[in-house]
């Protein structure tokens, strides 16, 4: 069983600066997909940025592309969302995700119905 477990949020102002982590657990992280996704009280989850099993590959939501950055270190079995130039409507839980599946179509990256395995998620306030 994988677990997964976010931290880095908090609150901060806009045009300010966050990284989020996501440490996995069991598994094989190295060979998992991984993503970042976020919910906003009263919508729905959305798709923030993911990123191949190998870092090779990244995929960005058009609403992130150019201030965020998604990283991985798999020696140290950990994802990471550089988040810059945050705007308030960045404020949401962020959740990271993985997927046993290796290989995954690009079309997959962005849906959540995709990956396997969720974190509790981190709270990100970015205040105007």
């Known amino acids: 069983q994988v677990q997964l477990v976010e931290s880095g949020g908090g609150l901060v102002q806009a045009g300010g600066s966050l990284s989020l982590s996501c440490a996995a657990s069991?598994?094989?992280?190295?060979?998992?997909?991984m993503g970042w996704f976020r919910q906003a009280p009263g919508k729905e989850r959305e798709f923030v940025a993911a990123i191949g099993w190998s870092g090779g590959y990244t995929y960005y939501a058009d609403s992130v592309k150019g201030r965020f950055t998604i990283s991985r270190d798999n020696a140290k079995n950990t994802v990471y969302l550089q988040m810059n130039s945050l705007k308030p409507e960045d404020t949401a839980v962020y959740y990271c995700?993985?997927?046993?599946?290796?290989?995954?179509?690009?079309?997959?990256?962005?849906?959540?119905?995709?990956?396997?395995?969720w974190g509790q998620g981190t709270q990100v306030t970015v205040s105007s």
């Open positions: 069991g598994g094989t992280f190295s060979s998992y997909p």
């Open positions: 995700a993985a997927d046993e599946t290796r290989f995954k179509g690009s079309s997959r990256y962005s849906w959540s119905e995709s990956y396997d395995y």
